[in-house]
């Protein structure tokens, strides 16, 4: 794979997305406890947070996965990323939550990080529609 093909960047950020989630899936359910203590974050939201990332990996996957990246799925991954990054500013700042200093930068490092590849995702999806259609 080159990645001065749009095509195979965005099948790599869309696949980095399914296999970061994932890991967050894993690490979020085996460990939901121990970070909650750390961070000051209620257990059961670090809980239901790895249960809505599943079908989020699974969705960046199968736009991720196919010889061409699925492009409605790709816009639809990035489009959830973009709900996380609101979700991800607002709860803290809601007051439903009161998580200590680590924790708020914990939130604040997973937002950028899901900014990043939904930045990479964007770009590279843009990129992929200008080679692939007609000039006008």
Known sequence: MELTNPQDLLQRALRADAIGS????VALVAFARPLAALLEVPAELLLAVGALLVPFAALAAAAAWPPQPRRALAWAVIGLNGAWL???????????????ALGVAVIALQALAV??????EWFAL???ERVTSPAR
Do not use: F, T
Not at 89 to 100: E, F, K, T, Y
């Open 22 to 25: 994932a890991a967050s899936v």
């Open 115 to 120: 900014a990043g590849i939904a930045e990479l």
């Open 126 to 128: 843009r990129r992929a």
């Open 86 to 100: 609101a979700a991800s500013a607002w709860l803290p700042l809601s007051g439903r939550i009161a998580p200590n």
